[in-house]
């Protein structure tokens, strides 16, 4: 499905801030997985999906998406494959449009845009549907401008946005770190089912070492720019907060030294 | 006296329509791309020499001129894209580089000159006034300029509601999840400028028909009149209106605008002290948002200071220190 080899980017190359970000990095991803990604601040988990969404290019390496080699494509081209839902709520969605046309610039995601209506009859129809199913009451609020909306529902809306036509790969960047842990819960449980759901293949970077273990079928941790261990199967359902620090321990030579990821 | 007065107001809503068709153009750019854009400040000349140019020596008609000049100021604004877009080069500079350039240019389209006189060439007035004789010089403005004006509107309210539309608002709105959505923002916004700079130059196309001459300096300050145009409008009917009232709202802050500048002509400041004044507008009306958060701040901490003192004195110290952080947080959430 997605395969990546050898991937490395550094940033502020030649300067005194030069940060390795990703180093040689080789993951695959096969249909169907559910990857929970890991690791303390500066680890490169967003810098991993970044670069596979090609937000910015590789500076070695190669992208593989279904047989296809997407390692120069542009980051506007890669969106008909991905659905992306970030950790600000306010980047996936357009404030001052409101809800329909924010659905409707998804549901035509990766299609030329033409001068045809922006809002069709027939959508309206299955945008009031999809909403429904969020259970935030969205669907009688569709005219409503989407800046009017609470962080919580401005995700569940991205995340709607993300999935209304089915993606390839499903990018989840920390999409619940901004939340209160409420609202979080109930995103989560949301893109949980909407991932079973649609069987779609996803990758959920978060700091939260609980929800890394509780979804998906996979789990990588990172660490200075390469995965440090890559967990799937039963292996994973066994898995404790404590074994995965104690991994953390055995394969590094160092405690995690990241409070807000002991933490939550 | 008052005769004269009503006859200036007759005239400045003339100029304010013919000009509101400038003002939309700037709206796009301004409102819904996000995007200050100097270069309409010579595309409206460009505008006003290309229609001047096809008409006096052309022997075209004046109205097929407007499209003339409407085509000039497209790929003006193109050019301004392209500087911003492919050449990375930032927005407000990519509008300086191309208005530069462009008063070269609009001296050549003039053919070397800084000045094209239309007296005694058939413009579109002229023409008007053939078809419907007795009609004064300000109707006939009113007209030509009203009946384009309302092409512009019903084009314009069409287009944003498409898909290519709906691409380009949100472009402006959060050019992040346009991309994520896989539409390239390179070209929403090269769409955006190309459609603001055509109607810019329409604008200045029929204004120098109307007025009976083009000239190079004839489009300095426009970008600040449009601003002070947009804002008006907005204050007029708000901010949160639909997107069809919103346009005529641009009309009507045009109309304004023109107003306001008859009304001082005509209580004896000079002609010339006009961008003084409208700099000054547009500055005033830049600072408000900010301004109404500090009377806000400055209000909530009056209140607090007035707050009778039933707790320790620490705790209105407290309360006091509290009311000062509240409009910094304010700030930040934006």
Known sequence: MLRLQKVCKTFNKNTVNEKKALIDLSLH?????????????????????????????????????????????????????????????????????????????????????????????????????KLSVLGLGLEDRMTSKVGLLSGGQRQALTLLMATLQKPKVLLLDEHTAALDPKTAETVLTQTDLIIRREHLTAMMVTHNMSHALQFGNRLIMMHNGQILFDIGGEEKKKLSVEDLLARFRDVQGTTLDNDRMLLS | ?????????????????????????????????????????????????????????????????????????????????????????????????????????NIRIMGDSSMVPLNGVDTADVLVREVIPGISAANCQLLIGGVVTAIVIAFLYWFFGTELGCAIRATGNNPYMVRSLGVHTDNTTMVA??????????SGGIFAQ?????????????????????????????????FLPRLLCMVLGSVIYRIVIAVVLFLGLKSTDMKLITAIIVAIALFLPTGKRKVQAWNDRRKAMRQPVLVPDRAVEDSIDGSDKDPDEANQKE
């Open chain 1, 29 to 129: 991803l096969k249909p169907g997985d559910f990857v929970t990604v890991i690791g303390g601040n500066g680890a490169g988990k967003s810098t991993l999906l970044n670069l596979i969404a090609g937000v910015y290019p590789c500076d070695g390496g190669s992208i593989w998406l279904d047989g296809n080699d997407i390692t120069r494509l542009p980051e506007y081209k890669r969106a008909q494959y991905l659905g992306r839902v970030f950790q600000d709520p306010m980047r996936g969605t357009a404030g001052d449009m409101n809800i329909e046309e924010n659905l409707a610039m998804a549901y035509r995601r990766g299609k030329p845009r033409t001068l045809r209506w922006g809002v069709t009859k027939e959508e309206r129809a299955l945008y009031r549907e």
């Open chain 2, 193 to 202: 400028l190309v459609l603001s700079n055509g109607l810019v130059a329409l």
């Open chain 2, 1 to 105: 006296m008052f005769l004269a007065f009503t006859g200036t107001v007759h005239s400045a809503i003339a100029q304010g329509v013919i000009w509101s068709i400038m003002t939309l153009g700037v709206y796009i750019t301004f409102r819904i791309l996000d995007f200050a854009d100097l270069t309409v400040d010579s595309s409206f000349t460009t505008g006003a020499a290309v229609s001047a140019m096809l008409v006096a020596h052309g022997g075209w008609n004046p109205f097929l001129a407007l499209f003339g000049a409407l085509a000039a100021g497209m790929v003006c604004g193109f050019i301004t894209g392209f500087l911003n877009t492919k050449m990375k080069i930032p927005g407000i500079l990519a509008g300086i580089l191309t208005m530069t350039a462009l008063y070269s240019i």
């Open chain 2, 210 to 242: 109307m007025q009976g001459s083009a000239s190079v300096d004839m489009g300095t300050g426009t970008i600040v009149i449009g601003l002070a145009s947009v804002i008006i409008g907005e204050v007029v009917l708000g901010r949160h209106v639909g």
